[in-house]
Every structure is written in C-alpha cells, then in structure tokens.
C-alpha cells in the first residue's frame, strides 16, 4: 500500500515559541488523513502514513514523535498490532487509538499490548481531537522531563563516585579507568550499540576498595599475593560495590554486573551461587578477564605470558570472549605509540602509560587515567609543590584503538 508523508507547521510569526508538537497518524482512509490534518494541523506537526509498516519506517528515520495516532482497523496491521510495536521500539511516544466500531474487547486489548493513553471513538469532533493531542503531548513533555532529569542525575551520582574513588585510591581508580578502556575496546570490536551499563560497570568496578587499607588496595593493584585476612576482604569487593550503586535509580543492571564481577565462567568463585555460564551478565564476563589480565600485568608479566596464564585456567573464562579480548590487546599493542613528556607538557586526551608518583614513592594518579583539563592542572600544581618524578610516559587515547 502507499505510502503518504505529510508535514504541516504552524506558523509563528512573531518570537519562536516552544517546539511545536510531532503527531504520527496512520490510517488507510484518505479521506479520514485529510479531516486529521484539517482539524489539528494548524496546531501540530502532523506526518501521516497509510499503513502500519510505513508508519514504522517514518518512525525509524525520523526525528521523535510525541504522539503516535491510529486507526484500528487497516488491512496490513491493525492499530493494536501497530502501537504494540511502537511501543516497544519507541515507548515515549504516547500512543491514542482511534475507531469507527467501538467495543469493550478492542478496548481492552488495546490498554493491555499497545498501552495507549487515549482510545477516541470515530467520528471524533475536532474540539475532543485536539483536547486529546494536548494532553498527550504534554505527557509526552512530562516523560522526556522526567527522563533527562534522571539521566542528570544518573551521570552526576556516577561521576561523584569516581570522583571519590580518585581521591580516596588513585590505585583503584586508575584500574578502573583500565577496565572501562578495556570494555569500550570489546565493545567496539564486538559492534554493540547498547553498553553504557557495562561501561559504567567497569568504571564503579573498584569503588568498594574504599573499605581496603591503602597496603591491601596497593597489593591489589601491583598483583601481589593476600593474606588469608585480605583476601577475605577483596572477595567482599563485588558485594559491597553492588550494593554501593543498587540504590540509584535505573542501575540495577549494574548492580547485577558488579555483583558477578569477580565469578568465574563455571560457577566457581564468589558469589557462591548456582548462576553460571551465559547466565552471568556480559559485563560480568567481560570485567573477570580485564581485571584478571590487569592483575597478572601489573604483577609483572607480559602481555602475551598472562593471556597464556590465562588460557591455561580452564572454566575460569567465558571462551569466545577470551579470544576476542586476545585481539583487541594484540591490536592494541600494535597502535600504541608512547611518549615521555613533562608534566607541563601534558594536554587533554593523552593517557598515562605509567603511575604518576613523588620521589617518595607516593602514588599520585595511578596508570591508565586519561589526562583532563582538570588532572592537567592538578598534577601542574602537584609538581610545583612535591617532587614528582618526570618525565611520565604518556599516550595518545587515540593509538588506544585499533
């Protein structure tokens, strides 16, 4: 069936007000998508289709659509069929539904699998119409509000927290820094859209070692072995970092990778549960090998001798993302390009190949940090006031990636 593409803007002629509101209507009576637009196009920003598929592709290459209109009854795919579909893809749309044979059964079924906010019953006259498209769009106002708020907050709870991990251990900050390069680089090479529980994962990967002694977390960081009381408590670590992020809204996911984030591919390990095998997140999975293989490095081995180590530990690892974490380091290693620099010399980008620390052997900024504006003039402070050793061994973030 054809498809139609309409727009109307209403025009403002004096200053530009507030965005005009998008309403998508699909209907397959042409008479019906010229009454639509002659009652409410004056007001909205009115885009139609004649069947649902067509009303899905003017959905997916389009910009946002605060209200999604339909009728019921199309040959193709009815309206309930169509919003239950929109819904899923695009959920904060708010959804009417439109028909000219009204009967409690449709009515039902359209609340339960297209969840609309309204159901208008044909003929609709044009003052009801427009009344119904307001408070959907003011809805749909309400929801994206609601939305960027917690997105605000979200990212501002995440950042506070890395803040205080960086202060508190600049150790386990920078082994955090390390594990959210690693889990961008799987992502990358994996092509996966949807990643930011796992980056945010990997960076609260640490966060619990607040709770360590400065000796425990810095044992942790160079690889060195425990004592049975110490590895008491790093076993502890994954719980506590869980339970540090569970009470933000919208990360329970997180929540979840960080509590697997030390379980081993076969079950083994803490938690002591039955979850095992692709039942762990992907992040969980992806976090034992970038943490494991950071602990082996920094206890001295090679890049090559601890993926062999690692190899080696048979059901520790989730096999296909062992092999492909083996490429990106092969392809890492291949790109990197490393400078000795200054202090002063240091900009924005460039990341730490190496701890930065006092003569005294203080660690300052642990490896892997990328260089902000803000550390920059931190460690320029820093070095006027302490003897930092210089030069440091910087990189590119961008010889970071294959």
Known sequence: MEQRLMERVRTRPETPGPPVPRVLYVDDDPRAVELFIAQV????????????????????????????????????????????????????????????????????????????????????????????LRAAAKQYDLVVARRVLLEQT????????????????????????????????????????????????????????????????????????????????????????????????????VAKILRYEDKRFDGGGW???????????????ALKILLDYDTLVAAGQEAQGALDTMRDRLGWYDPSLLNVFAKTRGAEKQTEVIQELLLKDLLPGMVLAEDVRTSSGMMLVGRGAEVTPALSERLKNLAARANVIEPVRVLTKQSMRP
């Open 41 to 132: 196009g004056r007001e909205f920003t009115v885009a139609t289709a004649t069947d649902g598929p067509a009303g899905i592709n003017i959905l997916a290459s389009s910009e946002p659509f605060a209200v999604v209109v339909s009728d019921m009854h199309m040959a193709m795919m009815n309206g309930i069929a169509f919003l239950s579909r929109v819904e899923g893809k695009w959920p904060e749309s708010v959804r009417l539904l439109m028909t000219g044979q009204p009967d409690m059964n449709t009515a039902i079924q359209a609340v339960n699998e297209g969840h609309i906010f309204r159901f208008l019953i044909k003929p609709v006259m044009r003052g009801g119409l427009l009344e119904a």
């Open 154 to 253: 979200l990212r501002a709870s995440i950042k506070a927290m890395s803040d205080i991990l960086a202060l508190a251990s600049p150790a386990a900050f920078g082994r955090a820094t390390r594990a959210k390069d690693g889990i961008s680089l799987l992502l990358d090479h994996l092509k996966v859209s949807d990643r930011w529980e796992a980056e945010v994962a990997a960076m609260l990967s640490q966060v619990g070692c607040v709770s360590l002694p400065p000796e425990t977390a810095l044992k942790i960081y160079e690889g060195q072995e425990l004592e049975p009381a110490e590895k008491l408590m790093a076993n502890r670590l994954p719980a506590l970092a869980e339970q540090l992020v569970a009470g933000i809204p919208q990360m329970g996911g």
């Open 271 to 285: 938690p002591e549960d039955r979850v095992r095998g692709r039942q762990l997140p992907w992040g969980s999975r």
